[in-house]
């Protein structure tokens, strides 16, 4: 399946220069959610993660369903303020500030073998401070999943020997 046929782009949103990748077409089509959700499944059980988790909002449209498929457990990753039980967190550096995320002290246990999911990789800095919050339980980040990777963006970088699925790609456009 070429997944890009379920992508759109959109020029100059949410400000001038930049073009998005409107990924709400692969949700509303059963066959290309099914592709995506077996795609990331499949490196689960490639990269022998017991868990996932992912940002919200947009890494929980992939996380959840690839998690069930799998047939693994699903944690989410979210904003402060946003989970009820007790959390841990960390900072990370935007290009014009600071943001912060969140996930519950007791969803990565010790030893686990974590995959992040998320629906786009750019830079790269939101999934690195998440692969902080995974190493600071002493866990183990078996791979990162992303439906759309900007190769110019260079963000697969920050990862080092990580293993890395991305299930399309764009460069420049």
């Known amino acids: 399946m ?14 001038k220069g930049i073009m998005f990748r409107d990924i709400t077409p692969i949700l509303e ?13 499949k490196f689960a059980e490639t990269t022998k993660a017991n868990l996932i988790i992912a ?24 904003k402060p303020g946003k989970l009820p039980r007790e959390t841990i967190s960390v900072k990370y550096d935007l290009e014009y500030g600071t943001d912060e ?11 686990d073998r974590v ?31 992303f439906v759309i990777e900007l190769d110019d963006l260079k963000g697969r970088e920050r990862f080092g020997d990580i293993p890395v699925l991305s299930l399309t790609h764009y460069e420049g456009e």
């Open 29 to 41: 089509s059963p066959e290309a959610m099914h592709y995506v959700t077996k795609e990331i499944a």
């Open 55 to 78: 940002p919200e909002a947009r890494g929980f449209f992939f996380g959840i369903p690839a998690a069930m498929e799998a047939n693994i457990g699903f944690a989410p990753v979210r």
């Open 115 to 145: 995959l992040i999911v998320d629906d786009l990789l750019a830079t790269g800095g939101t999934v690195e401070a998440i692969v902080k919050l995974v190493e600071s339980r002493k866990a183990e980040v078996a791979g990162i999943a």
């Open 2 to 15: 070429n997944i890009k046929d379920y992508i759109e782009s959109i020029p100059d949103f949410p400000k």
């Open 101 to 111: 995320l969140q996930i519950h002290v007791d969803a990565i246990k010790e030893g």
